[in-house]
């Protein structure tokens, strides 16, 4: 199965600072999205990345494919109160767009 | 509304009592997804449909388990004989395949096995 790690578990930024948050993979990856989900609520499409080297944005939030290392990464720059969530990547099953498997998921609080 | 919507949103039941949840999916959207997701942990798949037909299934989804989505729009989701462990955030998802925009998940239901 595949397996996803991400790194920090939980961050407590200070609003106006930059953050990232790391998806490593241990399986090829054919496709990573990011998903940000509010406390009890249910999870909200961000990107998805699928080149190696690929990179998008959306508002202040920047996500990176690197293929070779089986790893994105996830930055935010000038943080928000609103940025707070839990931030999930997840990827196909072996391409299996039907099928993800899901990271653990990284807990970001920004304090005003 | 034009999301994915599910019902109810929390459940609270007792250890041996059947439950069933609802799952409407975004009208246009062919496939269906359902996905539990228990506490600090990522959602885990359970199964899929493409229009009426149930694709795939977790081995997560033991015999008390059981999805439908009789007429290819909404789907159920029942648990018979609950059991503590069942006690999860239980999340349902809708897309076209399109995997650019992955998928448009509902705000989940969340199971309390008491």
């Known amino acids: 199965s595949q397996e996803l790690e991400q790194s920090p578990q939980s961050l407590i930024v200070q609003e106006g600072k930059n953050l990232t948050i790391n998806c490593t993979s241990s399986?090829?990856?054919?496709?990573l999205y990011w998903y940000k989900q509010k406390y009890g609520e249910g999870l909200i499409f961000l990107m998805m990345?699928?080149?190696?080297?690929e990179e998008k944005s959306h508002e202040k939030i920047t996500a990176k494919l690197d293929e070779k290392k089986q790893q994105s990464s996830l930055h935010i720059t000038a943080s928000q109160p609103s940025h707070a969530g839990i931030y999930l990547c997840g990827a196909d099953d072996r391409g299996n767009f039907n099928k993800f498997y899901f990271g653990s998921g990284t807990k970001l609080n920004v304090k005003p | 509304d034009t999301g994915v919507s599910q019902d109810p949103r929390h459940k609270i039941t007792k250890r041996g009592q059947n439950v069933t949840f609802r799952c409407d999916p975004i009208?246009?959207?062919?496939?269906l997804y359902w996905y539990r997701q228990t506490l600090g942990q990522g959602p885990e798949f359970l199964t899929y449909?493409?229009?009426?037909?149930?694709?795939?299934k977790s081995r997560l989804l033991s015999n008390r388990f059981s999805a439908e989505r009789p007429k290819g729009s909404f789907s159920t989701l029942e648990i018979q004989r609950t059991e503590q462990g069942d006690s999860a955030m239980y999340l349902c998802?809708?897309?076209?395949?399109?995997?650019?925009?992955?998928?448009?998940f509902g705000s989940g239901t969340r199971l309390t096995v008491v």
């Open positions: 399986k090829t990856l054919y496709g």
């Open positions: 009208s246009e959207h062919n496939r």
């Open positions: 449909f493409q229009n009426e037909a149930q694709l795939e």
């Open positions: 990345l699928q080149k190696g080297g």
């Open positions: 998802a809708s897309s076209l395949g399109d995997r650019t925009y992955g998928y448009t």
